[in-house]
């Protein structure tokens, strides 16, 4: 007889058998296939897509498509990028996703309601770490949180009287900084100590000044001066989603701007404080550089590049000048990031090991690694100090610091999580660098590139070295400078397409011929206008600097050269006009899926930039603008040209005509002036036309009062009011008034845009609804649509479109 274990497993494996004649899919043999009852089983629903997912994703053995596999899938990969150390690269995300929503909030959130839930979600992570469970959850919205707790404890920080209105004070203060300007002018920024006859509780902290004539020794950091100024509150954004000027000020505590009415006088303050002190002593260094390199090169082109690549300082660079580094897309070697701080620390860190390794003794007995990556660390503190310390040198800088430990530890530096670790850094004590493009093109290039190397350093074939010596030495050197070169090629390519769309969305322009000028203008930068640069700083203080510099001069003139041909082979300047926020985040999207998705999930990158195809095909230019202060609009005419009222060459009229999509060259003839409106001394009356179809060149002629069969297109009659007397009148008989007067309530004008109505959007953009009738309904996009420390006040409820 059988014992009871082996009874026990003969049951066990009947019961084994009978189950898996009826379990689908049970079996190795394919015997539970056969002797299923087909009368038992549910029809499987069929169709073209169905089947295809069926046999593209097949199921597990009991499982159904996609309920576990797929989803097994992605936790592997996700798992296998944070065993790569990816983990801070999503933390930085979560973070970052906190500050963006904080400043997209309606109304200014409690801080201590927000410091208190933080430190509560903080001690729930903490709990659920430990328990092994939700953890992942209430990390990321513990880091979500903290990003909106940084930006609103930095608001409450930074937060400084702002002027409401425009006053005319005596200012006495000391200079911060004074700044060379166009048209000769000096912009100071002055701390103010008094502003009469201003209380001390409604006095900016900092206010900005423009007066005539070049910085004297009299404005010099640190100097204690008095002047009567005429003061407004900042600027305001001339046009929505444009820069908007009052936020910068904010955060700079910056609250009033004007011009002063004559000279600066010196004035006794006391002691000068500690802060302004240092920062006097290095602006006196900056200073004292800047002179010996005019000295050598003088104030031409070459000399205002190289003061600006070396103390930051661009104002004696010439305008056209800027202009074809920006349209030849060399716009980037202006602002001192990456590329200057790696070749000026890397210069730094070879030649110092190079002459320890001299000796063979230091060499095999001291860490030399260290010593020359201290000395580069140093040159590279030095170099943050006289370039002015802006958003992009701050991220190479922390950058440059994890390279050189990365290199002191034996670990590999140029990582995403050193990347995370840069921007963690500066957010959390700027976190309204977020918003600034430089910190948004700076980071998207670092991000773009580091994953590209990564990607190819994955998949790049290693060479035999007796391969390459095989070769000799000829070819060897031949295949290293196309390999460099192709490098220059490569690094630009991706830039500028990380780049692209954040440059254009903020400047409403591309340079198509990047690549190509990037690949021949590079090379002189990376060979000789940054190492002479390092190396006339070096003999700077021997006075052995002009041969450097002059090398560095004659490179920065063929530079200059190169973007000036650019910029004449480049259609219309490389203007394409704005371009829809949704669409720029949906292609910021389609990178960031494409640099940090994981293995394999990569191709999703083809969903936001199919939806951002979709976006942009679909935007609609506005068809009129109006300032904030009611004196200047834009708008579109029946040929379909926007038009503009300020003169050509005004700041209010290059900004509207530039997101039109203007050239520089055909902003002249856009100029809507008096003899082209029905004017007097009291108003000018004007009519605007919507857009017609999707070419607004090819727009109908319109008129009020079209014959029968005519191809018409609506037309609004608009009235300039900048006489009170001609209120009464027009409010009767146009459709819409403009003034920086205050309109009676009683004015029949459908729409109407005066003093107290502006004072609650800031400047507007209008479009006009040609399918509503004539006049065409107004749809608004006004500038402000919350009340924030940063904006006006604003009252809540404003409603965005007529009815």
Request: aromatic residues 6%; glycine residues 10%.
């Amino acid at each position: 007889m059988p014992t009871g274990r082996q009874a026990g497993s003969g049951r066990g494996a009947d019961r084994g058998q009978g189950d898996s004649a009826s379990v689908p899919g049970a079996g190795r043999d394919g015997a539970a296939v056969r002797n299923r009852d087909p009368a038992r089983e549910q029809p499987r629903p069929s169709s073209l897509l169905a089947d295809f997912l069926r046999a593209r994703f097949p199921a597990a053995p009991g499982k159904r498509p996609f309920e576990t596999t797929r989803r097994a899938a992605f936790a592997a990969a996700l798992q296998a990028d944070l065993d790569r150390g990816r983990g801070l690269v999503w933390a930085c995300l979560a973070f970052v996703f906190g500050i963006a929503v904080y400043f997209q909030l309606p109304r200014e959130p409690s801080l201590l309601a927000l410091l208190a839930t933080t430190a509560l979600l903080a001690v729930l992570f903490a709990r659920a770490h430990r328990s092994g469970r939700g953890a992942a959850g209430l990390l990321a919205l513990a880091l979500v949180l903290s990003g909106v707790t940084a930006s609103s404890l930095r608001t409450a920080i930074v937060s400084a009287p702002v002027l409401e209105r425009a006053r005319s004070v005596t200012l006495t203060g000391f200079v911060e900084l004074a700044e060379v300007r166009a048209g000769g002018r000096t912009r100071l920024t002055l701390r103010v100590v008094s502003a009469a006859p201003l209380r001390e509780g409604s006095r900016p902290k900092r206010v900005r000044v423009s007066l005539r004539g070049g910085a004297d020794s009299l404005l010099a950091t640190g100097s204690a001066v008095r002047l009567r100024a005429r003061l407004m509150p900042p600027a305001t954004a001339v046009m929505p989603g444009g820069y908007d000027y009052s936020f910068r000020a904010f955060f700079d505590g910056v609250g009033a701007s004007g011009f002063a009415f004559g000279d600066p006088e010196p004035a006794d303050l006391g002691a000068v404080p500690w802060d302004l002190k240092a920062m006097s002593a290095i602006d006196g260094l900056r200073r004292a550089i800047a002179e010996r390199i005019l000295q050598v090169l003088g104030s031409g082109v070459a000399g205002g590049l190289a003061v600006a690549l070396i103390v930051g300082d661009r104002s004696g660079i010439p305008p056209e000048v800027t202009e074809a580094l920006r349209t030849a897309g060399l716009a980037h070697i202006l602002a001192i990031s990456g590329l200057h701080m790696a070749l000026f620390s890397g210069a730094v860190f070879f030649a110092v090991r190079a002459v320890l390794a001299v000796s063979a003794r230091l060499s095999q007995e001291q860490p030399i690694d260290l010593w020359a990556a201290g000395g580069a660390l140093a040159a590279a503190t030095f170099y943050l100090a006289i370039s002015g310390g802006s958003i992009a040198t701050q991220r190479a800088y922390v950058m440059i610091a994890l390279v050189l430990a990365g290199r002191l530890l034996g670990r590999r530096a140029l990582t995403l999580r050193n990347a995370a670790l840069a921007a963690f850094l500066i957010l959390l004590a700027t976190p309204e660098a977020l918003l600034d493009p430089g910190f948004q093109m700076s980071f998207a290039a670092v991000v773009a590139l580091i994953a590209a190397y990564e990607e190819l350093t994955r998949r790049r074939r290693r060479t035999d070295p007796r391969e390459a010596a095989a070769n000799g030495l000829i070819l060897s050197a031949v295949s290293g400078v196309g390999l460099w070169l192709g490098a220059i090629l490569m690094t630009s390519l991706i830039a500028g397409a990380a780049t692209g769309a954040i440059g254009a969305y903020h400047f409403h322009r591309i340079a198509p011929l990047g690549p190509l000028i990037n690949l021949i203008a590079m090379p002189l930068v990376s060979v000789l206008v940054m190492p002479m640069a390092v190396l006339a700083l070096a003999l700077l203080p021997f006075g052995l600097e002009v041969l450097p510099l002059s090398v560095m001069g004659l490179a920065l003139e063929q530079v200059a050269g190169v973007s000036s041909w650019a910029q004449e082979a480049t259609p219309d300047e490389g203007v394409i006009g704005a371009l829809p926020l949704t669409a720029i985040l949906l292609v910021v999207a389609c990178g960031g899926v494409l640099c940090l998705a994981p293995a394999g999930y990569r191709r999703f990158s083809l969903v936001p930039l199919t939806l951002a195809g979709l976006s942009l095909t679909l935007h609609r230019p506005p068809d009129m603008f109006i300032s904030e202060t009611g004196t200047a609009i834009a708008l579109r005419t029946a040929e379909g040209k926007m038009m503009v009222t300020p003169r050509p060459a005004s700041f209010l009229a290059d900004v509207w005509l530039r997101a039109e999509g203007v050239s520089a060259k055909e902003r002249p003839n856009r100029h809507l002036s008096r003899r082209r409106m029905s004017c007097d001394e009291q108003a000018c009356i004007v009519e605007a036309y919507p857009a017609t179809g999707g070419n607004r060149a090819q727009a109908p002629p319109a008129t009020r009062n079209p014959t029968v069969g005519a191809p018409t297109t609506p037309a609004l009659t608009v009235s300039l009011v900048s006489d009170p007397s001609a209120l009464e009148q027009d409010c009767g008989r146009v459709d819409m008034i403009v003034t920086p007067l205050t309109a009676p309530v009683s004015c029949a004008a459908l729409y109407v845009f005066d003093a107290r109505h502006l004072a609650r959007t800031g400047a507007l953009a209008l479009y006009l609804d040609p399918r509503q009738g004539a006049p065409p309904r107004v749809t608004l996009r006004p500038s402000y649509t919350a009340i924030r420390p940063w904006t006006p006040n604003r009252p809540s409820g404003f409603q965005t479109a007529f009815q």
